[in-house]
């Protein structure tokens, strides 16, 4: 994807935006100076974007008191069906987490030692990896092998993974 004049023109025309979110894009030099013209109230996340050093530092200073995150564009590969919890709704084929052995279900509770609670969580924290790290992931998952009633049905089994994070295509 592609983040040029034409498409910052329109985000200036929004009135009031709370947060804006730049996912795996390339942002042009030009554009990226032009960020500081949105009316943005809280934040701004950047992921895999690879902006550089110059870039950020001249944008934060310019949207003084905004909230600017910086994702060094690692790639997990899950989707969630519930942001409250970091829990695995959905994992991308051939992903990291493919890879890794992640299943649908799963609930990621660290990342490298850091706790997960939500979604998001999980998504700031991964921001901090690159494509091609290597991290440990610390989940639970079901025990299905329990028969029985519904309460031993509901037992999970602490795991954890090496992943090597990938880079979104």
């Known amino acids: 994807a592609h983040l040029g004049a034409a498409e910052i023109d329109l985000l200036i025309q929004i009135r009031e935006l709370k ?32 902006a550089s050093a110059e870039q950020r530092d001249d944008l934060s200073e310019a949207l003084e008191g905004i909230e600017i995150v910086y994702g060094r564009g690692g ?5 969630s069906d519930d942001p409250n919890v970091a829990s695995v709704g959905e994992i991308m084929p051939g992903s990291a987490a493919d890879k890794a052995g992640l299943v649908q279900g ?9 706790e997960i609670i939500t979604f998001d969580d999980m998504r700031m924290e991964l921001a901090k990896y690159a494509a091609d790290e290597t991290i440990e992931v610390e989940f639970k998952r079901r025990d299905y092998s329990i028969g029985g009633n519904r309460e031993q049905q509901n037992q999970w089994i602490d795991m954890s993974t090496s992943v090597t994070l990938g880079q979104q295509e």
């Open 75 to 79: 790639f997990l590969g899950v989707v």
């Open 19 to 50: 947060k804006l979110e730049l996912l795996y894009c390339e942002i042009e030099p030009e554009t990226f100076a032009r960020l500081s013209e949105l009316s943005i109230s809280e934040s701004i996340r950047f992921f895999g974007t690879e």
């Open 106 to 114: 799963d609930r990621i509770t660290k990342v490298n030692g850091v």
